[in-house]
């Protein structure tokens, strides 16, 4: 391996040189053989060793102190002590110079990508490091995500940018301060070495800076792993490596319920069906811990996402954590207008991991894992659990954070389903801010005449504009392709059916319509419908509340615990692409104290804190800083929904 570029490669490592690695994946599950590192089929085999590429100049971008403290690594107590730790951290979370300890690997897996098998995939751009046991005896797997090309890098070079790097590393730390089940990033580290990049596919490459993320995970073992003994699908003709090699898929199921769920191998040690059945399926209470296996971790996770408005993006089989974690931050985003049909990923054309049916994916995966796990485990046992289960921790654990959400905290009431349903419906047909509405409810419940029309006030300025809404709903289609597709759809539905999809083309017909609309709606119209539709909403939501108050003696107790309650479970502040766009323009501009700041705001998001002092007190204030896209203009809140030029933003 070359020396690394640019800094003191012989030196001690005071900070990061004493990690304690038992790397026990690798020797658990097979190592391919082969150590040629070149994109090719890897049969056989789970990992496949690897080397880092050296960049260029290291330089730490941020790092996560809460993160790194997982490896054991205390808080510097001097400024001479971070920039110690700060300088390790560069050479070593760049893959310049490998720990001690380490042992570099590219995992290998498949996917069902957008419902397609897509046969191998693995890790293109991320490598296994090793295994780090801390203090208190936890093990935590670390990776380097961008460190160059493995056996799985395909026709990429293994290589990530500053921009991808800097929202991986943002959400992943802010997604787990929000209290989601998440892998962590612990460093970002970008160099001077530069990769030629097609941001939109567009015929517009140029040139971005090789950026390296710190990956921190008890596993990143995900539903793909097992796929990789599939046989050639039916629609695709694409298989897995390793088809027919049974014994490897036993070791991967010995390898997993013993390392991450072993009270079902303590409660099952004899009988393998029923251990790999309670794998996919029941909780197993111990005295001191409960074991809730990958059905109901999923399901619990996608209902938080579902809690914040959080979009993945692309939630194919190979993104989905075999522990129940947010895996793989690619073109993710938060909702900001509400938006039951929204799809974040820009590539993502037939809307197939729109916001609203991010449940019922993550069921369609969780059925191919089942798929996955025969023999070890039989269809006719699995798809039942999967049928019986899912659906039903799915909404009950959705509805017990949105009772939270909403201040409920005496009562469980059949009607707080229609009650949400209806809060979200009317979110929809004003163009609610998602993350501030909710905010917001914890003042809504006076009965004051007066102050509810100052609340109505208050939350028409998280409606969308008129301004907003022309941009939500622009046609995208030419109007002589519209047309065009229209008679295609009545003349030849086969070939239609090739290349587009109806629900596509009623889409466009409903944008059509309602952007006609807009340009005759006035501000005042606007303004006087989306108060009628929330007054309506605020009466039923006030009766609600009176019961729960029926069932307590003390009002004043009630309501601060309720308003305590709302504010942990609404947060302030989320990763907006706006502010993360912000961040990374700042970062390429070689500023990157913008990615601290919002790191450090993230690590705090239901607290009412702001780095940059006050909100403007003027609402003339926060419209000249909406309007402008550039660093240098007047800077919004963090807790701002978003400025009309980010709706322009996309992410691929």
């Given at each position: ?6 800094s003191?490669a ?8 004493t ?11 097979p ?29 730490l ?36 110079r ?33 295994e780090?046991?801390?203090?208190r005896?936890?093990r935590?797997?670390i990776?380097?995500k ?29 997604m ?17 070495s ?32 097992f ?15 390793s ?16 390392t ?94 729109t ?40 909404e ?23 009650l ?54 622009k046609?995208?289609m ?35 319509e ?60 989320i ?11 700042a ?24 780095c ?41």
């Open positions: 391996m070359e020396a690394a570029v640019g003191s012989g030196e001690a490592l005071r900070w990061l040189g990690f304690r690695f038992d790397n026990r994946a690798l020797r658990a599950l190592l391919d053989p082969c150590e040629e590192n070149v994109p090719r089929s890897v049969p056989g085999a789970c990992f496949s060793r690897v080397r880092p590429t050296p960049v260029q100049n290291p330089q971008v941020a790092l996560s102190l809460p993160a790194l403290a997982l490896l054991g690594l205390r808080e510097p107590r001097t400024p001479r002590e971070e920039a110690e730790l700060e300088a390790e951290a560069a050479l070593c979370f760049s893959g310049n490998p720990l001690p300890g380490s042992e570099p690997a590219a995992h290998c897996y498949c996917g069902h990508q957008f419902g397609s098998f897509a046969g191998q995939l693995g890790d293109g751009a991320a490598m296994y490091l090793g780090v046991l801390n203090p005896g936890e935590w797997e990776q380097l961008g460190a160059g090309l493995t056996p799985f890098s395909r026709q990429a070079d293994g290589r990530k940018v500053l921009r991808s790097s800097i929202r991986e590393f943002l959400c992943s730390e802010g787990f301060h929000l209290g989601i089940p998440t892998t962590r990033a612990g460093t970002c580290v970008t160099s001077d530069e990769v030629i990049r097609d941001i939109f596919y567009d015929g517009n490459p140029k040139k971005e800076k090789c950026t390296v993320v710190l990956r921190i995970a008890p596993t990143f073992i995900r539903f793909g792993s796929e990789i003994f599939k046989p050639p699908d039916e629609y695709t003709g694409r298989r897995g490596p088809v027919n090699r049974n014994e490897i898929r036993i070791q991967m199921l010995d390898y997993v319920i013993s991450f769920y072993p009270e079902i191998l303590l409660a099952h040690p004899d009988n393998n069906i029923q251990r790999n059945a309670a794998f996919f399926r029941e909780g197993l209470e111990t005295k001191q811990v409960v074991c809730v296996q990958v059905t109901l971790r999923t399901a619990r996770m996608v209902a938080e996402w579902q809690c914040v408005g959080f979009c993945h993006g692309v939630l194919s089989t190979d993104n989905m954590s075999i522990v129940g974690l947010t895996i793989d931050y690619g073109p993710f985003g938060f909702m900001d207008r509400y938006d039951p049909e929204h799809i974040c990923n820009g590539s993502d054309n037939t809307g197939r991991y916001y609203n049916k991010q449940p019922e994916i993550c069921k369609w995966n969780l059925g191919k894992l089942a798929e996955a796990l025969v023999p070890e485990l039989p269809l006719d046992i699995s798809m039942p659990i999967l049928e019986e289960d899912y659906n039903a921790e799915f009950a654990h959705y509805m017990q954070i949105m009772r939270r959400k909403l201040g409920f905290i005496q009562l469980q009431l059949e009607d707080d389903n229609k949400v349903s209806d809060l979200l419906e009317t979110m929809h047909v004003t163009g609610a801010d998602f993350t501030n509405t909710f905010r917001l409810l914890s003042s809504s419940v006076d009965s004051d005449p007066s102050l509810l029309e100052n609340f109505l006030d208050k939350i028409s300025k998280q409606c969308a504009s008129i301004e907003e809404l022309k941009v939500a709903y046609p995208q030419d109007p002589r392709q519209l047309s065009m597709m229209l008679m295609l759809a009545q003349s030849n539905p086969q070939l239609f059916a090739l290349i587009g999809t109806k629900s596509n083309i009623n889409k466009e017909l409903e944008h059509i309602q952007f006609s609309k807009l340009q005759q709606l006035k501000t005042a119209e606007l303004l006087s419908r989306n108060k009628g539709h929330w007054k309506d909403w605020l009466l039923n939501y006030r009766v609600r509340l009176e019961k729960e108050l029926e069932h307590t003696s003390d009002a004043g107790a009630w309501s601060d615990e309720r308003v305590k309650v709302m504010n942990l479970n609404n947060p302030k502040y990763l907006r692409n706006y502010i993360a766009q912000n961040a990374i323009e970062a390429e501009n070689g500023d990157f104290s913008e990615v601290r700041k919002v790191l450090k705001l993230l690590e705090k998001p239901y607290e009412d804190t702001e940059y002092g006050e909100e403007p007190a003027e609402e003339e204030e926060v419209a000249v800083a909406a309007a402008c896209s550039s660093m240098t203009s007047r800077r919004l809140p963090y807790s701002s929904k978003p400025p009309l030029w980010a709706s322009e933003l996309c992410v691929t």
